[in-house]
């Protein structure tokens, strides 16, 4: 018997990876959703601006290196020529692609599958990068972490059945399996941690 605390398996704080203003909050606070669900849009207009304007600039780069291929093998133009007009192709297509990746990155999405918290954002809010914007939280399974007596070492077992109650569902009993057991013994408390994971399909 031990005493331990309950923890999600996979649990985040969704942060804004790229600063910008809030335009659209599709989510509720506490609701479920899916993995890749978009959680916040910030503006992208001058990004957008930026894209036409290099998907342009890629388009006449590849004119340009259409023609230069076809006068390098009539032997109009120099190596050295199309090499500079393939390396402004390039150039030009990568220029684009940036944008189009902070486009993106001004899109937050859920990481995977799970509870949202409360919402700490609002609509037409500047949001800086790192700013926390939800808690997301997946219940599915949780892990109970907890502690034994270094004497009960040789009774462990990976797959041993763990039962586990709680104050918060009283007369319940969980039960899920030890995962874990830690390699390194606490030097002062004498106590080796373990983990154990319990199936929560009812959340």
């Known amino acids: 018997t031990a005493v331990g605390s309950i923890s999600a398996v996979q649990g985040v704080t969704i942060t804004a990876e790229l600063p910008g203003l809030v335009r659209e909050i599709p989510f509720e ?41 076809t006068l390098r093998a009539e032997k109009t133009v120099s190596e050295a020529e199309l090499d500079a007009a393939e390396a402004t192709s390039k150039q030009t297509r ?9 486009i993106e990155k001004k899109t937050v999405r859920a990481p995977f599958a ?17 700013r926390p914007i939800v808690s997301l939280q997946s219940l599915d399974s949780v892990y109970a972490d907890f502690g034994l007596p270094q004497q009960e070492l040789s009774r462990l ?47």
């Open 29 to 69: 606070a506490g609701a479920v959703v899916a993995k890749g669900a978009v959680l916040v849009r910030l503006d992208t207009a001058t990004e957008e601006a930026q894209l036409r304007a290099l998907e342009a600039q890629a388009e006449l780069a590849r004119l340009n290196l259409e023609r230069s291929r």
């Open 94 to 102: 990568a220029n684009a692609d940036a944008v189009r990746v902070t």
């Open 114 to 130: 799970g509870q949202l918290g409360v919402r700490q954002i609002n609509l037409g809010q500047n949001l800086e990068s790192g």
């Open 157 to 203: 077992r990976p797959g041993m059945k763990v039962q586990v109650t709680t104050d918060a569902y009283p007369g319940q009993t969980f039960t899920g399996s030890l995962t874990v057991i830690n390699p390194d013994l606490n030097a002062s408390t004498r106590m080796v941690g373990l983990q154990a994971t319990l199936p929560n399909p009812e959340q």
